[in-house]
């Protein structure tokens, strides 16, 4: 399910659940199809506490809870929001070799990462398109740790192995664990550091935004990295399943109500007016990081050396510019969805919307999508076709709501 099918699904769950608490449920999702779902270890959680639960890449996951996706997205903003994102897959690669190994799948300069920091990343394919955005952290020199998306899961680990089979083949040391043992989840939002700080011995006034530590939270043993998806400052915390339940209450109680379970709904509100991308919408097998304007994450060393499957045409792309760029879009009437088409003033098809919405901080509609380059600088006026009608729109940059990631000052 993609981002704007999970906005709209969203959306509408809200207005049926509030206009039909005695309406008779639908049966049509039951049993077959339910029982084929996975589930975290919070599952019964979020249910007992109201969350809606949808089929989302293979897992039962809450899309929302009692409130709105609008309240929630602004409650993460202004307060906190605990998210429970165990379907992601975190993998660690092991071994002297691992760092050479997984430099030749993603465009990060892996080697100049200090032990205990991570980045922003894509694996590319030959073509130089992105298989799937990853935050890798480097824990050690021989310990890599990464999270991929749910969604791309089987792909990304056929990939992945298909690779490390060949380089262990030509003598490389490298082994790799799947942690599925281990649960996920994301607290993020101005009360996070506080709250979490009431849970842990570590000072996390010294941990800063993109950095990884392994410390006792709550007395378990976790996997603490300073990032998110929201734009927020928090942390993702990797936790040992039988324990995250017990992690999860014991984040909200001493939040005293402020912090609230978030589901998906909100989820890609907040990452679509922080201007993150989300795979499958914004980035898919034919885009290149340069055109999704993530040339910042391609290292400098990588650009001048290569090395990685797809550089060719990246770092060509790097030199001459790419011919189709992401941008960000204020818009008036309804609120652009994907694949809606973005026209130039005289008509002329520019691109379409790859994720759009209104936005529950901003008050107003947001988007993104790829436009020509040239038609790509802020200001720029165009059309956004919605249900066969051409709304105004105007180019602009991204981030639509300013992050606040927690740096060195």
């Known amino acids: 399910m993609r981002g704007a099918a999970l906005w709209q699904l969203g959306q509408s769950l809200s207005r049926r659940l509030s206009n039909s608490s005695n309406r008779p449920k639908p049966r049509f999702f039951a049993a077959a199809a339910a029982a084929e779902l996975k589930k975290t270890a919070l599952h019964d959680f979020h249910v007992e506490n109201g969350g809606k639960m949808v089929p989302f890449a293979g897992w039962s996951m809450p899309i929302q809870y009692k409130d709105s996706i609008m309240d929630s997205t602004v409650n993460c903003r202004e307060n906190g929001g605990l998210f429970d994102v165990s379907h992601m897959c975190g993998l660690s690669l092991t071994g002297k070799d691992s760092v050479a190994f997984l430099e030749r799948l993603v465009v990060a300069d892996v080697a100049g990462l200090r032990p205990g920091t991570g980045t922003l990343t894509v694996f590319t394919n030959e073509r130089g398109g992105a298989i799937d955005d990853s935050v890798v952290t480097k824990v050690r020199e021989d310990h890599i740790y990464l999270v991929v998306n749910a969604g791309c899961r089987d792909k990304d680990l056929a990939h992945i192995g298909e690779h490390l089979e060949a380089f262990k083949a030509k003598g490389g040391d490298v082994s790799w664990h799947i942690h599925d043992e281990r649960s996920l989840l994301a607290l993020q939002g101005p009360l996070a550091a506080p709250v979490l700080q009431l849970l842990t011995k570590d000072d996390l006034s010294k941990m800063y935004f993109g950095e990884f530590n392994t410390l006792d939270i709550n007395g378990f043993k976790c996997f603490l990295t300073r990032t998110g998806y929201t734009g927020e400052d928090g942390f993702e915390i990797s936790v040992p399943s039988e324990n ?10 001493k939040s005293e109500g402020k912090v609230r379970l978030t589901g998906l709904g909100a989820r890609d509100s907040l990452r679509l007016e922080a201007g993150l991308c989300l795979y499958g919408n914004d980035m898919e097998q034919h885009i290149t990081p340069v055109e999704a304007g993530l040339s910042w994450a391609i290292g400098k060393r990588r650009r001048a ?3 990685f499957l797809g550089a060719d045409v990246i770092l060509k792309q790097l030199e ?9 879009f204020f818009s008036s009437g309804p609120p652009p969805r994907s694949h809606s088409e973005i026209l130039s003033s005289n008509g002329e ?12 901080y901003l008050k107003k509609n947001i ?3 790829y436009v020509k380059s040239g038609s790509h600088k802020p200001g720029t006026e165009v059309k956004i076709v919605i249900r066969g009608k051409s709304n105004d729109a105007v180019v602009t940059k991204m981030p639509f709501v300013p992050t606040k990631y927690y740096k060195p000052s």
């Open 320 to 328: 001459e510019g790419p011919s189709i760029r992401r941008v960000g």
């Open 349 to 360: 098809k520019l691109g379409e919307i790859t994720s759009g919405g209104f936005s529950p």
């Open 367 to 369: 988007a993104m999508g």
């Open 305 to 307: 050396e290569g090395g």
């Open 244 to 253: 995250a339940l017990d992690l999860a209450k014991a984040i909200l109680e």
